[in-house]
């Protein structure tokens, strides 16, 4: 089966800043999303399979000092990291996902690498690392991921006694402005954003894949693992169906298997890819507290990229058409 390529990635979920205006700042974003997809969409215009594009997407997101997973990843309630990331192959319902780990400079790589042995799905901690390491993969202080507007965004939250950012939109301007300090006009606010990255494509061949990536939640407890990692409910991709990577409060992501939940609504309720992923983020996940958002695309190679928080930086391609990227409504 030949299809016309597509790749949808994100960049996070979040509450619109002070600085949204600003409109050279937001281009600095608009161009790293097209650059991210251009990339994409060239390896898969080249026949490249969809797992080589969403990891290549999500490793150059984890890269980008813009968005916040790898370098610049959220801490931990004890100044620490702990990263997640999950990647499947939508042809054969292969996954690989690593938790908890601080010494893997590319996240995505790992849990690639444990998809590959196969022996495992999730691989957590130390023993994570060890098998990365073992897989000679790029191992870093966890200091490399460590930013001063990270750190200050997790003082911030302790003193306001928030285990979890709050993305309800109601940003006051004095967060807004102590936020967007940090990373000066970044056009959703970086205080009450989720990290996460992630993408999802469609191949020449019908095959999708999606991938995830994050340093999970401004002060989490430690050992607290998200969505991300995990198989159906962060992450999700099936031939048949759709390939989904998640942004959001992860714990309601879980609740909900919001990933799959996409999936199984198309198989047995019969619903489209817009009609599953709208249900997902705006009624389910929302019934219980849950914010953020989605990106999917089907094996006809619909794109649906839904959000119930502000904003959302995205971009996607289609064949070789010109990459389109947003971040608000
Ligand atoms: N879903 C991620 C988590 O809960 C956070 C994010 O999307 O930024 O770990």
């Not at 998809?115 to 200091?143: C, N, S, T």
């Not at 709208?278 to 695309?297: F, Y």
Request: aromatic share 4%; hydrophobic share 45%.
């Amino acid at each position: 089966m030949r299809s016309t390529p597509v790749i949808a990635i994100h960049g996070g979920a979040g509450t619109i800043s002070a600085a949204a205006l600003d409109a050279a700042a937001a281009e600095a974003y608009h161009e790293a999303l097209r650059a991210i997809v251009q990339a994409g969409q060239s390896l898969l215009l080249k026949g490249g399979s969809a797992l080589d594009a969403v990891c290549l997407a999500v490793e150059m997101l984890e890269d980008c000092p813009l968005f916040n997973a790898g370098h610049g990843a959220v801490f931990t309630a004890s100044e620490t990291h702990e990263l997640d990331a999950a990647v499947m192959n939508g042809a054969d319902l292969r996954a690989g996902a690593v938790a908890g780990v601080s010494h893997v400079r590319r996240p995505v790589r790992a849990a690639r690498a444990v998809m590959e042995d196969g022996a495992h799905v999730l691989l957590a901690g130390a023993g994570a690392e060890a098998f990365a390491r073992q897989r000679g993969l790029e191992m870093v202080e966890p200091a490399y991921f460590s930013t001063e507007a990270r750190r200050a965004q997790l003082h911030r939250a302790q003193a306001a006694g928030r285990v979890v950012l709050d993305h309800d939109g109601a940003a006051s301007a004095a967060t807004a402005t102590a936020a967007t300090t940090t990373l000066p006009g970044a056009p959703l606010d970086e205080g009450r954003k989720f990290g996460t990255v992630g993408a999802v494509a469609l191949d020449l061949q019908g095959h999708l894949a999606a991938a995830t990536s994050t340093g999970g939640m401004t002060n989490k407890r430690v050992g607290r693992v998200g969505d991300s990692p995990l198989i159906g409910a962060g992450t999700y991709a099936d031939d048949q169906r759709a390939a989904v990577s998640c942004t959001g409060s992860g714990e309601m992501f879980i609740r909900v298997a919001a990933a799959y939940d996409v999936c199984a609504r198309m198989r047995y309720a019969g619903e489209s890819l817009a009609q599953a992923t709208q249900a997902v983020v705006m009624q389910s996940l929302p019934a219980i507290g849950g914010s953020g958002g989605l990106i999917a695309v089907d094996r006809a190679g619909n794109v649906c990229m839904p959000f119930n928080t502000e904003g959302m930086y995205r971009g996607h391609a289609r064949g070789n058409e010109a990459p389109q990227t947003a971040i608000h409504r």
